[in-house]
Each structure stands twice: as structure tokens, then as C-alpha cells.
């Protein structure tokens, strides 16, 4: 398999440059790499949109709104507590 061919079908690859991109700089290799990728594939053009989404509504929850006002209610918290409990149980 030639190196195109490798990066062409390298979701598992593609999807790490795209949240590597979100969180700092690729290089260029990386660059052409992912914009090679995402020019065959539908499903990691949908997960770039999906992630780039994603970031920027963590990011302005975490950096617009006062972040030490929000809380889980204990109600939602003993739930989540029994579902983590029981997943590892398993």
C-alpha cells in the first residue's frame, strides 16, 4: 500500500489531526495529510464540523460565563455515580 493510499483511508489518523488542530498547530505534512483525507471522506468532513462545534461551545461556557456557579444537582449526581457503578461491575 503507497503512502496516499495509507493516508486516504486512515480514519483513526484523520480524526486525531482534526482535535490535534482544534487544540494547537499541525505541521505542514499534517496539513496535506488531513486535507487529503477529508477530500474522500464524508464521515471525517462530518466529525471536523461536529468537533469544531463542539470545541466552541466549550469553550465559550468555559471562558464567557462564570464557571464557578455551575453544579450538578445531587439528584443527578447519585445517578451518574450508579450508572459509573455499575458499568464498572460489569
Do not use: P, W
Not at 14 to 30: H, N, P, S, V
Not at 36 to 41: F, K, Q, V, W
Amino acid at each position: 500500500m503507497d503512502e496516499l493510499t495509507k493516508i486516504a483511508y486512515n480514519c483513526k489518523k484523520a480524526t486525531f489531526l482534526i482535535e490535534k488542530q482544534e487544540i494547537g498547530a499541525i505541521t505542514m505534512r499534517e496539513k496535506l495529510e488531513l486535507k487529503i483525507h477529508l477530500a474522500g471522506c464524508r464521515v471525517c468532513r462530518i466529525f471536523q464540523q461536529q468537533s469544531v462545534a463542539i470545541n466552541k461551545m466549550v469553550k465559550s461556557l468555559l471562558y464567557h460565563h462564570d464557571v464557578t456557579n455551575v453544579k450538578l444537582d445531587d439528584d443527578f449526581k447519585n445517578k451518574l455515580q450508579h450508572r459509573i457503578e455499575n458499568q464498572l461491575n460489569k
